[in-house]
């Protein structure tokens, strides 16, 4: 008898050089004080369904609009079950929406700058490397106008 596989999903939102951090309820993320929104998506994937279940997670979880997906990291991760969870981190642009965290869902959320995750010295590494790949992504689709702030915005229950 086979088992269901979980595929977690996930957003690495940028807006004007800083990146939307989160801490979840539940998450199927390695625990630590910074993570991303998103969600686990159970059966089968196909047809752009991924996408699709994790901009309406975005919308749900964070009231927030996105632009297109880049697929920018993942990350693996055995459960106290035996389990193994595969999450995918796919970078994309803020598009539209005012922050509105779903309570009981979503704990905190913040913009951090790239620079400022670098610093802190406990952000994760396979949090910090796709940061770096949607960075070198931007890069290099990059069109004048694109600013890198250092701000942090943050909002907290």
């Not at 199927?28 to 997670?57: D, I, Q, S, W």
């Not at 927030?64 to 981190?89: K, P, Y």
């Not at 779903?102 to 913040?110: D, F």
């Amino acid at each position: 008898m086979s088992s269901p596989y979980h595929i977690g999903l996930y957003a690495l939102v940028q807006h004007h050089g800083n990146y939307l951090m989160v801490r979840q309820a539940a998450s199927t993320l390695p625990p630590g004080p910074y993570g991303l929104p998103g969600a686990a998506l159970v059966g089968e994937v196909g047809g752009g369904v991924a996408e699709l279940h994790l901009r309406r997670k975005l919308l749900s979880q964070l009231g927030l609009s996105v632009g297109e997906f880049t697929l920018s990291g993942s990350h693996t991760l055995r459960t106290s079950e035996g389990d193994v969870l595969l999450n995918l981190i796919f970078g994309t642009d803020y598009n539209s929406g005012v922050p509105n965290p779903q309570r009981g869902v979503i704990m905190e959320m913040q913009w951090c700058s790239l620079s400022d995750l670098q610093a802190r010295g406990d952000v994760p590494e396979w949090l910090l490397n796709a940061a770096r790949s949607y960075q070198e992504h931007l890069s290099a689709t990059s069109s004048a106008g694109r600013t890198q702030g250092r701000s942090t915005l943050k909002w907290g229950r």
